[in-house]
C-alpha cells in the first residue's frame, strides 16, 4: 500500500527564515507522481509541483525548491526568504500511474511565517 | 473555465439527516475524485469516476454513502442518516489526464463542502 509521512506537524519560523518540509513515502510501484499542494485557510487545495519517478532532478522556482531522492524515497520543499503570504497548510502527496491514479495524501504541515 | 464548483460551502445538520453535496468539474475533465478531510488530516480518498462509470471506491466509503455522476457531468455525494463522525470537508477534483496530464498539473480541487453534523 502506498503512504506518505510527514513528521513535522507545525512548523514556525520568523519572515525571512529558510524552511524545509520533509516528506518520505512508501510505495511497491517503479512508475509513480510525487505532489505538494499548499492549502490556505479558504480550503482549496492549490498545485504547486507534479515529479514523476523517473526525474530525480531538483526543481526550482522562484522562492520554492524540492529535493527529490528516490535513495531515501524523500520529496522535501524547501522556501526560501519566506514571507508571511507563504502561511498554510502543506500536503505532500503520492499517486500511482495506472488505475484511478487517486492521491495519497501525507497528514500535512502547518507553516506558520511570523512577521 | 471556472474550475471546480462545489456547493453548499458549508452544511450543518442534525445527526440522522441525509445530506447531498454537488460537484461541478471543469467541462472537459472525464475523471472526477471525491476526497474526505477531517480536521488536522490530509485528504482521504472516497471514490472516483471515469465519465459516468463509478470505478473505484474506498472502504471509507460506507453503505450510508452513495456517488453519482450521470451523464459524465457534474457528480452528487448524497450520505444518509448522518452521524457525528460524518462532520469532515469533502473535496472533489477532476482531471483529463489522471496525475501524468500533459495538459495542465493532473488534478484541479473544489473548495469544498464543510458538513458539520450535530
Known amino acids: 500500500a502506498q503512504k506518505v509521512t510527514q513528521a513535522q506537524t507545525e512548523i514556525s519560523v520568523v519572515e525571512k527564515e529558510d524552511v524545509t518540509l520533509d516528506c518520505v513515502y512508501e510505495?511497491?510501484?517503479?512508475?509513480?507522481?510525487l505532489f505538494w499542494y499548499k492549502q490556505p485557510p479558504s480550503g482549496e487545495l492549490v498545485f504547486l509541483i507534479r515529479?514523476?519517478?523517473?526525474?530525480?532532478q531538483n526543481e526550482i522556482s522562484g522562492r520554492y525548491s524540492w529535493n527529490f531522492q528516490k535513495s531515501t524515497s524523500s520529496f522535501n520543499f524547501t522556501i526560501t526568504a519566506s514571507q508571511v503570504v507563504d502561511s498554510a497548510v502543506y500536503f505532500c502527496?503520492?499517486?500511482?500511474?495506472?488505475?484511478?491514479?487517486?492521491?495519497?495524501f501525507g497528514q500535512g504541515t502547518r507553516l506558520t511565517i511570523n512577521p | 473555465d471556472t474550475g471546480v464548483s462545489q456547493n453548499p460551502r458549508h452544511k450543518i445538520t442534525k445527526r440522522g439527516q441525509n445530506v447531498t453535496f454537488r460537484c461541478d468539474p471543469i467541462s472537459e475533465h472525464n475523471r472526477l475524485y471525491w476526497y474526505r478531510q477531517t480536521l488536522g488530516q490530509g485528504p482521504e480518498f472516497l471514490t472516483y469516476f471515469q465519465n459516468e462509470a463509478q470505478l473505484e471506491k474506498s472502504r471509507l466509503l460506507s453503505d450510508r454513502f452513495s456517488a453519482e455522476r450521470p451523464k459524465g457531468s457534474f457528480s452528487t455525494l448524497e450520505i444518509q442518516r448522518t452521524e457525528q463522525g460524518d462532520s469532515a470537508m469533502y473535496l472533489c477534483?477532476?482531471?483529463?489526464?489522471?496525475?501524468?496530464?500533459?495538459?495542465?498539473?493532473?488534478?484541479?480541487f473544489g473548495s469544498g463542502t464543510r458538513l458539520t453534523v450535530v
Open positions: 515529479r514523476n519517478s523517473f526525474d530525480e
Open positions: 502527496a503520492l499517486s500511482e500511474a495506472t488505475g484511478a491514479q487517486k492521491l495519497v
Open positions: 510505495t511497491r510501484d517503479t512508475t509513480y507522481y
Open positions: 477534483a477532476s482531471s483529463l489526464d489522471g496525475a501524468h496530464g500533459t495538459r495542465g498539473y493532473g488534478y484541479t
